[in-house]
């Protein structure tokens, strides 16, 4: 049997990034920052899916199947950043 991972990785506007891109004032609450890139994104494209350098990982979900059978993992905690949800999955690719 053929391995076949299968991964979908959740992200997050990074409002961080966003509020320090656009020079936003610290009074707009992290919604009214996020609302502000969604407003941008979808006067520009139509849509409202952030470019990938203004979003941040917030969860890493995998499906293995090889011949000792079929698993699924969440990888991760809230707190952890992008680098630590993506490490463990690199062998896996490998």
Do not use: W, Y
Not at 56 to 80: H, Q
Request: aromatic fraction near 6%; include cysteine; proline fraction near 7%.
């Amino acid at each position: 049997m053929t391995p076949i991972l299968v991964f979908d990785i959740e992200t997050i506007p990074d409002v961080a990034g966003i509020r320090r891109l656009e020079d936003l004032p610290a009074t707009l609450s992290d919604a009214e920052v996020a609302e502000f890139a969604f407003a941008a994104r979808r006067e520009k494209t139509g849509g409202d899916f952030l470019p990938h350098h203004l979003q941040r990982v917030a969860a890493i979900s995998c499906v293995f199947r090889d011949s000792n059978g079929f698993r699924v993992r969440s990888l991760g905690t809230p707190d952890d950043g992008g680098a630590a949800l993506v490490q463990p999955i690199l062998p896996g690719i490998e």
